[in-house]
Nanobody, 122 residues
Framework: QLVESGGGLVHAGGSLRLSCSSS????????IGWFRQVPGKNREGVSC??????EYIDSVKGRFIIGSDDDWKTVYLQMNNVKPEDTAVYYC???????????????????WGKGTQVTVSL
């Protein structure tokens, strides 16, 4: 079971840090992705991290950072210089390392958290 935390209300230009933890302990042997969804739109991959390193969609490059604590028990998404268009429910998701084509593609992910709301105000 995946659990996200850290969402909330933040002003444009501010920062927020989302965290994802697993009831199974660590994220060893998994690729982990952060996705977001707004009403009426498909879930969008934002960033993911795997043995190949971190990946980001263009709209968050230079603003968001994905990483983990030293023992891979928590994966975070550091969101800097947030914009109103970053407003969404954010989900973390995992897939067994190597068992996917694209860790930014929602259909390739196996397990999902319930999401945390991020709202960016002007």
């Amino acid at each position: 079971q995946l659990v996200e935390s850290g969402g909330g209300l933040v002003h444009a230009g501010g920062s927020l840090r989302l965290s994802c933890s697993s009831s199974e302990g660590t994220f060893d042997d998994y690729a982990i992705g952060w996705f977001r969804q707004v009403p009426g739109k498909n879930r969008e991959g934002v960033s993911c991290i795997s043995t190949s390193g971190p990946e980001y969609i263009d709209s968050v490059k230079g603003r968001f950072i994905i990483g983990s604590d030293d023992d891979w028990k928590t994966v975070y998404l550091q969101m800097n210089n947030v914009k109103p268009e970053d407003t969404a429910v954010y989900y973390c998701a995992t897939v067994v390392e190597g068992d996917y084509n694209d860790c930014l593609w929602a259909d390739d992910m196996d397990s999902w958290g319930k999401g945390t709301q991020v709202t960016v105000s002007l």
